[in-house]
């Protein structure tokens, strides 16, 4: 439990104990670290690897949130700074600087708790969903000019949600007859009245509201910019986290260790047949998901799914 919010930091240790292993291959073990916290959040993995880390190590945290830039200032620590940049950023650190890089994607309980935020269709609030609540366009804001066609596509693919068109149409035809939806409450009775069956137990709304942060956010293509981005900065035989939330992120992840874990050969080369295949580039060390001990004390980390993978030699 993060000292300085409500947030429990799923698989703490597993992810801890994952990332600060020292690169085996061309980093000696007594030598410095650069450790990068891509998702900050309430900090508790920070938190974790700071109290593990050597004294000459540092760690280097980014978030989009400005709550999580707030909660990254009690951190006192001189080996210890954050940046407020999305996560998709990492790629900008040097090449080949990191040995250890974890990523904990999703929202945190604070977002989904504060009503002001607009996550949560439990209770009502402003109908935002921003994760960085400085720039961009709320939830609100793009449904009030949507089309039927651009929201249902959202719905669909972000959410997996079979009733897609009808509640697109719904969220229309309520803004023309009586303006924009501007609240959760408003969308969430919105949704629950345009979809006719719901699996026991899940409220009506659970799959749009997910579909709409994933979108707003760009969640999905900041997650692709990251692991390229990860790719980059890694120094042979550093470690990829990533931990994630729902089926669409962990099938990214899953699809990047896989792609980069296999010799290629560029077929468009000439004599191709020929040529020597480029290199593996990471090598996928394994899946974690939380125990049954967690979920228990944890329900919100029944989905999660840790993935590690390692840096190769570079060729």
């Known amino acids: 439990m993060d000292s300085t919010s409500t947030h429990t930091t799923v698989l703490l240790e597993e992810a801890v104990d994952a990332l600060l292993r020292k690169p085996e291959h061309t980093q000696d073990a007594s030598s ?4 990068v916290d891509a998702t900050f959040g309430r900090g508790g993995h920070s938190r974790l690897l700071l109290s593990r880390m050597g004294p000459q190590d540092r760690l280097i945290a980014f978030d989009r949130d400005p709550m999580a830039i707030a909660s990254a200032a009690a951190v006192v620590d001189p080996r210890f700074s954050i940046r407020h940049q999305a996560f998709s950023s990492v790629g900008e650190l ?3 600087s990191v040995s250890g890089l974890l990523m904990d994607i999703g929202v945190s309980s604070p977002q989904i ?3 002001t935020r607009g996550f949560s269709f439990r209770f009502n609030g402003p ?5 960085d609540t400085t720039r961009g366009e709320s939830v609100a804001d793009w449904l009030a000019t949507a089309e039927v066609q651009q929201i249902a596509e959202v719905i669909r693919d972000y959410g997996e949600e079979r009733f897609a068109g009808p509640i697109a149409k ?17 969308l969430s009775e919105l949704v629950a009245g345009a979809v006719k069956t719901r699996e026991a ?6 799959r749009t509201f997910q579909a709409f942060r994933i979108f707003i956010n760009a969640e999905l293509e900041e ?5 390229d981005g990860a790719l980059r900065v890694l120094q042979p035989g550093g470690r990829l986290v990533v931990i994630s939330f729902h089926s669409l992120e962990d099938r990214i992840v899953k699809q990047f260790i896989a792609k980069h874990a296999r010799e290629t050969v560029d077929r468009r080369a000439p004599d191709w047949m020929l040529a020597k295949p480029a290199a593996m580039k990471l090598e996928a ?13 944890n329900p919100r980390s029944r989905s999660a799914v840790m993935r590690v993978a390692i840096r190769t030699e570079v060729a």
């Open 201 to 206: 137990g899940q409220n009506p709304a659970t």
């Open 113 to 115: 708790d504060d009503p």
């Open 94 to 96: 040097p090449e080949a």
């Open 170 to 186: 719904a969220i229309v035809a309520r803004r023309t007859e009586r303006g924009p939806i501007t609240t959760t409450t408003e």
């Open 223 to 227: 997650l692709q910019q990251a692991l």
């Open 32 to 35: 410095p670290a650069t450790y």
């Open 285 to 297: 060390l394994g899946r974690i998901k939380p125990s049954k001990d967690e979920v228990d004390r």
């Open 127 to 131: 109908l935002d969903m921003r994760m």
